[in-house]
């Protein structure tokens, strides 16, 4: 069966520090990867999505960037962090052949003091 | 311009009873729509979906209705239990690997 991990499942940075959060699923192959960020009492926010190796594209201009070294594995990452960018992070993906479902993991909340 | 709304930030039903959440679309091109399950601090699960050729798809408790001409779809959950008190998320798409997602409707099961 297929399985999404996210780390870390929580961090707290300082504005301006850099940030890398990763996202891995096991048990698929050239899923679709998804990464999502839900403010508090929002609804959730496409940030950035990819279909390939080396594939991003990009919904929100932003102080974010997302990267796809490996077929399974989706980094978001930012050189500079800022106070709006605290928030509840989402990784999902979705198979090609499986439909529109997404699954997402367990996400990771930043808080950015 | 939210295409996908869901107007009722929250919904409080008594335990056993029925919950009915509702979502509505603005774009027609849409062709599968979905619900999904988020407690905090954890990821959105699955719950149900629906294709457009269809108006009701059921799967236990939980059973989706689509009105193409009202462009609303809605989610009834059959009887309500404790563990049903979660926000509800209605997520549309034109099969074209994005999801375009309502802002959630907090549901409360009270006992």
């Known amino acids: 069966s297929q399985t999404i991990h996210q780390w870390p499942a929580t961090l707290v940075q300082p504005v301006g520090s850099p940030l890398s959060l990763e996202c891995t699923v096991e048990g698929t192959s050239n899923p679709n990867l998804y990464w999502y960020r839900q403010a508090a009492g929002r609804g959730l926010q496409l940030l950035f999505y990819s279909v390939g190796i080396g594939q991003i594209s990009s919904e929100v201009p932003q102080n974010l960037s997302a990267s796809r070294p490996q077929d399974r594995q989706f980094i978001l990452s930012s050189k500079k962090l800022l106070l709006s960018d605290s928030g509840f992070y989402l990784c999902?993906?979705?198979?090609?052949?499986?439909?529109?479902?997404?699954?997402f993991g367990p996400g990771t909340r930043l808080t950015v003091l | 311009d939210q295409q996908v709304k869901q107007n009722s930030p929250s919904l409080s039903v008594q335990e056993g009873r029925i919950s009915i959440l509702n979502c509505d679309y603005t774009n027609s091109m849409f062709d599968y729509f979905l619900w999904y399950k988020k407690y905090p601090a954890e990821g959105p699960t699955f719950l149900i979906s629906?294709?457009?050729i269809k108006d009701k798809n059921e799967d236990g408790r939980f059973t989706v209705f689509l009105n193409k001409s009202a462009k609303h779809l809605s989610l009834h959950i059959v009887p309500s239990q404790p563990g049903d008190s979660a926000v509800y998320f209605c997520a549309a798409t034109e099969s074209n690997y994005q999801l375009i997602w309502g802002a959630g409707t907090k549901l409360i099961i009270k006992p």
């Open positions: 999902a993906w979705t198979g090609l052949a499986g439909g529109n479902e997404q699954f």
């Open positions: 629906i294709s457009s």
